[in-house]
T-cell receptor, first 115, second 111 residues
Framework: EPEVTQTPSHQVTQMGQEVILRCVPISNHLYFYWYRQILGQKVEFLVSFYNNEISEKSEIFDDQFSVERPDGSNFTLKIRSTKLEDSAMYFC?????????????FGEGSRLTVL | GDSVTQMEGPVTLSEEAFLTINCTYTATGYPSLFWYVQYPGEGLQLLLKATKADDKGSNKGFEATYRKETTSFHLEKGSVQVSDSAVYFCALAYNNNDMRFGAGTRLTVKP
């Protein structure tokens, strides 16, 4: 069964370092997303991506964040200069049709720990 | 803004017990409602959904009915199994780009 894969599963980094989280969405999906969940809190929307551009982003997704689909298969989230409060589980998701009608397929998540 | 509130966990039940996980929502329009489940070590998976008022979503013995009058979408299962142990997330999607999740409820089922 097709699935969304994410790497790394866990990354530990020092504050101020750049981090890139990688995702391989399901191959025929058109919409891509990043969410995050700070420990014990809600799963929060970060950004959606369609047709090679950001279609929407939340207020969390500030200038420190960027997304890219560099090669038609990977979908990456970059945090330019990590802060302690960026420590969270980051989930990638993809969908064929968009979220309010279609199913979102999630990866297993990448846990980021910023020290 | 639109939001979802679900009951806090953790919830611990014995096998074959009845399960209810409460979820209420606040929305300015008519969102679709979802329950996602996250099994240990895995990503979130769609469990069931309902796209309009009075719709009932069902899957794997779980059910939830979209109640507009009480703005609720409570998850129920008549007889839980150990394999149902997971974290359950209620969510709404009001437009194509803003799915809102609850905080998640951890369910542990003991044999």
């Amino acid at each position: 069964e097709p699935e969304v894969t994410q790497t790394p599963s866990h990354q530990v980094t020092q504050m101020g370092q750049e981090v890139i989280l990688r995702c391989v969405p399901i191959s025929n999906h058109l919409y891509f997303y990043w969410y995050r969940q700070i420990l014990g809190q809600k799963v929060e929307f970060l950004v959606s991506f369609y047709n090679n551009e950001i279609s929407e982003k939340s207020e969390i997704f500030d200038d420190q964040f960027s997304v890219e689909r560099p090669d038609g298969s990977n979908f990456t989230l970059k945090i330019r200069s990590t802060k302690l409060e960026d420590s969270a589980m980051y989930f990638c998701a993809s969908s064929q049709t968009g979220r309010n009608t279609g199913e979102l397929f999630f990866g297993e998540g990448s846990r980021l720990t910023v020290l | 803004g639109d939001s979802v509130t679900q009951m806090e966990g953790p919830v611990t039940l014995s096998e074959e017990a009845f399960l209810t996980i409460n979820c209420t929502y606040t929305a300015t329009g008519y969102p679709s409602l979802f329950w996602y489940v996250q099994y240990p070590g895995e990503g979130l998976q769609l469990l069931l959904k309902a796209t309009k008022a009075d719709d009932k979503g069902s899957n794997k013995g779980f059910e939830a009915t979209y109640r507009k009058e009480t703005t609720s979408f409570h998850l129920e299962k008549g007889s839980v199994q150990v394999s149902d142990s997971a974290v359950y997330f209620c969510a709404l999607a009001y437009n194509n780009n803003d799915m809102r999740f609850g905080a998640g409820t951890r369910l542990t089922v003991k044999p």
